[in-house]
């Protein structure tokens, strides 16, 4: 069976503390009530930086730049119907003060603290280079 190949990025905001920002998806929404990094898909014609730049922005009233995204790890997951790719940035520098823009609830928690969140299949394998790094 061939699926399609969806790619969407993903951010690690890390703050001055070490914490990283997680948000929850809201009901109405695929995988509702599980915790995420956030990000989005990238749109035609974007990188996954300008995808990554302009979902903080859409997501959480945050501006960044390329500059600042580190890549760090990527998953690779295999759905029912679709196959995600989707690489893991860290951002340390950004201006703004992360809110909620979509009626997601958000969370500053420690790395070693991701695993008492559930998160989709495809998040989890993320957190174990967030756990190292920081």
């Known amino acids: 069976m061939t699926r399609r190949l969806l790619l969407v990025v993903a951010c690690a905001l890390v703050d001055a503390d070490n914490r990283i920002l997680i948000a929850q998806r809201p009901e109405g929404k695929a995988l509702a009530g599980l915790w995420e990094f956030p990000g989005g898909k990238v ?14 922005r859409e ?5 960044t730049k ?5 890549p760090l790890t990527f998953a ?5 119907d679709f196959h995600l790719l989707m690489p893991l940035y860290v951002c340390r520098r950004w201006t703004g003060f992360p ?3 979509e009626g997601q609830a958000i969370k500053w928690v420690r790395a070693k603290q991701l ?3 559930p ?5 989890e394998p993320l957190i174990a280079p967030l756990i ?3």
């Open 43 to 56: 749109d035609a014609g974007e990188t996954p930086e300008d995808a990554l730049i302009r979902e903080l």
């Open 59 to 63: 997501e959480l009233g945050v501006e």
């Open 66 to 70: 390329t500059a600042c995204l580190a």
């Open 76 to 80: 690779s997951h295999t759905y029912d």
């Open 99 to 101: 809110r909620s823009l």
């Open 115 to 117: 695993r008492d969140y």
């Open 119 to 123: 998160m989709p299949p495809a998040d």
């Open 132 to 134: 190292e790094l920081l």
